[in-house]
């Protein structure tokens, strides 16, 4: 069996080259909301809010944004927003 070798110039790690698209929008969702909490809370319902999603992996946001029609993007962010409000709820009630 051959094995499949990959060489990285070390000039950027592949882990600096891949993100998970819902990150952006649930940090963007809860920018976009008055909330009165402390950092540690926030971090807890951006966690909770990503637990609850897909992870949905991408190189570049326009290869997402290319393959992705607006009723696709429009039902994304309304997934991220029912899930903000879940974790929102949950850190809100001390159920987390």
């Known amino acids: 069996m051959s094995r499949v070798r990959s060489k990285f110039d070390g000039t ?37 809010a990503l637990n609850e999603l897909p992870a949905k992996y991408i190189r570049h946001e326009v290869d997402l944004l290319y393959f992705t029609g607006p009723a696709e993007m429009e039902a994304l962010h309304a997934r991220v927003s029912r899930a903000v409000d879940m974790a929102i709820g949950r850190v809100v009630s001390g159920r987390n």
């Open 12 to 48: 950027v790690s592949p882990l600096e080259q891949i993100n998970n698209y819902f990150e952006r929008l649930v940090i963007e969702e809860l920018a976009g909301r008055i909330l009165n909490m402390d950092n540690d809370a926030l971090i807890d319902v951006t966690c909770i």
